[in-house]
């Protein structure tokens, strides 16, 4: 049989599924999937955290109602007031025609960009412009979608445990292989981090193109000391390596002697691009914004060797997928470096550390070996009597009612851990330790 389609054949001409069947094999085939998605482990950390508890709840419900939730790293107390009020402000102005607001610059209003260029890097002494720094939706994104100017066949470094984020989104990318029975995947190079090197790990032994640092540490509360990282910019200058510097809690830090910015240390503009959050500090957890830093001089290399600045692959990178953060959101942003929005941020950090402060001690009292909480919101512990991450997660769940995250859900070296946040009311971390004590 044969086929002969006129230029006058339309789609709505043909009524399948009845006419498919005498179609030639052609008109069968299908999408190809990105099989990268398919090296993936069964589901996402959180997600099997919540399908557990949801399990958990539904057997269980008197002991539901006293359950509290420590696990995911979300906020719980509310925006602050000055960040309200400007947001309130935003939405009469967009209730205004001649106020309203479509479209906005991708890469941000200049009005946040400058807050942001002022308050967290010149009044700290640190040079960055405000056309260094792109606003976005949120650090998760960011970390993830930097990928996207970055080409394959890097050799990329990343630390155990770790965010989950930065191995997934690499395996998606396809720059990865398998992953081995202890879920770390081919083609990653692994940096070990435990209690001898007080979870900063050592400065890789071999050349990387890209490393992942994180500081304050998700998930072990640890920070890195000017001199660790003045090491870690040394080995990147003298290897061509580009540092991806996660600093989404540092305003947690208390020690004044720590960075909060890679850019303090000399040398950095040249090998690190930074990530930056309002979820934590401000409480923008549910509303969304977030920093990206790449200076302008930043470099990345062709195949041929050409050099290249990055600055402008993901200016174009965010021109192209991303249509900015609503107007709204970014006045709300603007509003946290105002007075009245440093001292209700201020606020919630203290709020949140002594949270902390109250785990920290509720665990080292039970006789737990404890890290981190002192600088960062995150509470990182020994599992006791030789349990699992897991088997520990479910005694918490089961006889304490209390959701944590287990530490292998962040990578092998994690395993043996578990981590708890300090997001939470103060009474309900009072009951959390009161619980724990009770164990």
Known sequence: MSYKFSTAMKCRDLHPPHDLPDWPPFFSTMAYLNENYLKLKAGYLFPEIARRVKVFTEANPDAAKRMIRCGIGDVTEALPDAVRAAMHKAVDEMGDRSSFRGYGPEQGYDFLRNAVAENDFKARGINIDADEIFISDGSKCDTGNILDIFGSGNKTAITDPVYPVYVDTNVMAGNTGEADESGAYEGLHYLKCTPENGFVPEIPTVPVDLAYLCYPNNPTGAVATRAQL???????????????????????????????????????????????????????????????????????????GTKLAIHPLWSRRHSTKFNGVSYIVQRGAEAVYSPDGKAQVAALIEHYMGNAKLLVEACTKAGLKVFGGVNAPYVWVGCPNGLTSWQMFDKMLNEANVVITPGSGFGSAGEGYFRISAFNSRANVEEVCRRIAAL
């Open 230 to 304: 003045e090491a870690w910019v040394k080995y990147a200058l003298a290897n061509g390596t580009t540092l991806l510097y996660d600093a989404a809690y540092e305003a947690f830090i208390q020690d004044p002697s720590i960075p909060r910015s890679i850019y303090e240390i000399e040398g950095a503009r040249d090998c690190a691009i930074e990530f930056r959050s309002f979820s934590k500090n401000g409480g923008f957890t549910g509303v969304r914004c977030a920093i990206v830093i790449i200076p302008k001089g930043l470099m990345g290399k062709k195949k041929d």
